[in-house]
């Protein structure tokens, strides 16, 4: 089965067509005989099908609309970078639980950006802002850009955008291991997933590559109450553990409160990950447990 995204839809602002690259991509969506359907904003799309929320849900991660980023404010992104790269937004991932449920609703649909020039001289606005200090940005923090970087070619550009920055830098190389959830047995299950992740990294790193390159982030499970009632109305036999009463109640960075596991329970998946982050990547860079 090939795991190639490629959408049964595309929706595109006519404003794109002013972007060589808008104009590529409508061009070779055409050629491949998928449906074209002009919109007046890439925020605002309808004639998604589908007679439920699961339903529709399915059909907003087969559909692909490309627009022109318009706004010239990049979100924070802590603790992880100074700032969001906004390259992409959504995926095409089915992931029953997904913690963007709160920001993109029952509907996300995946949107790519083809005023890309702009959105780096935005970023490179904000690394001479900072100077002399060192500015970091997240290219996936609201977004998987690898499923679409073959229509796109953003990351690579973005990439060799960095490096041509040299007080700016991508996310680092390394792995996020999220969302962690408490269950019977989850010690011993993380632990196996910690181990084979560092089994492969050996297995496939290039030559002369350490892991003091690494970083390790780890999430643990939360959620909101809107995050909740659109996972349960689009997975309605969803077993996630989401009741409330069992976590303490936080608010976070972007004004909303989420629940989170008891600080006991965060006390102890804190120093496990530790733990086994020295045990099997003694070299790496832990950036964070939240």
Same mark, same amino acid.
């Given at each position: $089965? ?34 074209? =359907?002009?919109?007046?904003? %890439? ?13 529709? +849900? ?5 559909? @692909?609309?490309? /627009? ?6 990049? *979100? ?5 970078? %100074? &700032? *969001? ?7 095409? /991932? $089915?992931?029953? &639980?997904? +913690?963007?449920?709160?920001?993109? /609703?029952?509907?996300? +649909? ?5 005023? @890309? ?22 290219? !996936? ?13 953003? @990351?690579? *550009? ?7 920055? #040299?007080?700016?830098?991508? %996310? ?24 084979? =992740? ?7 790193? #290039?030559?002369?590559? =350490? ?9 643990? %499970? ?6 909740? !009632? ?10 996630? #553990? ?12 972007? /004004?909303?409160?989420?629940?989170? &596991?008891?600080?006991?329970? $965060? ?6 990950? *530790? ?16």
């Amino acid at each position: $089965m090939s795991l190639e995204f490629i959408p049964t839809r595309v929706f595109y602002e006519p404003g794109a067509l002013d972007y060589p690259l808008g104009k590529t991509l409508v061009e070779r969506f055409k050629y491949m005989g998928i449906t074209m =359907s002009p919109t007046t904003s %890439h925020n605002r799309i309808t004639g998604i099908p589908g007679n439920t929320a699961a339903a529709q +849900y399915r059909e907003a991660k087969r559909t @692909l609309v490309i /627009g022109v980023r318009r706004s010239k404010t990049f *979100q924070s992104c802590k603790p992880s970078a %100074h &700032y *969001q790269l906004p390259l992409v937004t959504s995926c095409p /991932g $089915m992931c029953e &639980y997904c +913690y963007l449920a709160t920001t993109l /609703g029952k509907k996300p +649909y995946v949107r790519i950006y083809v005023n @890309l020039d702009e959105i780096l001289g935005i970023a490179s606005n904000l690394i001479k802002e900072r100077l002399p200090e060192m500015t970091q940005f997240e290219g !996936a923090a609201t977004s998987d850009p690898i499923p679409v970087e073959r229509y796109t070619g953003a @990351l690579k *550009q973005t990439i060799e955008f960095f490096g041509r920055e #040299p007080n700016g830098r991508f %996310h680092p190389l390394g792995f996020i291991i999220a969302p962690i959830f408490r269950f019977e047995g989850w010690q011993e299950a993380y632990r196996q997933l910690m181990e084979r =992740s560092a089994e492969e990294l050996v297995k496939r790193a #290039p030559s002369g590559w =350490s892991s003091e390159q690494l970083t390790l982030e780890f999430i643990s %499970h939360r959620f909101t109450s809107k995050a909740k !009632a659109t996972i349960l109305e689009v997975f309605p036999n969803s077993s996630l #553990p989401m009741v409330e009463d069992e976590r303490k109640f936080k608010y976070g960075q972007f /004004g909303y409160g989420k629940y989170i &596991y008891q600080p006991e329970e $965060m006390q102890e998946m804190k120093e496990f990950f *530790q733990d086994q982050a020295k045990r099997y990547f003694p070299l790496a860079q832990v950036e964070y447990f939240i």
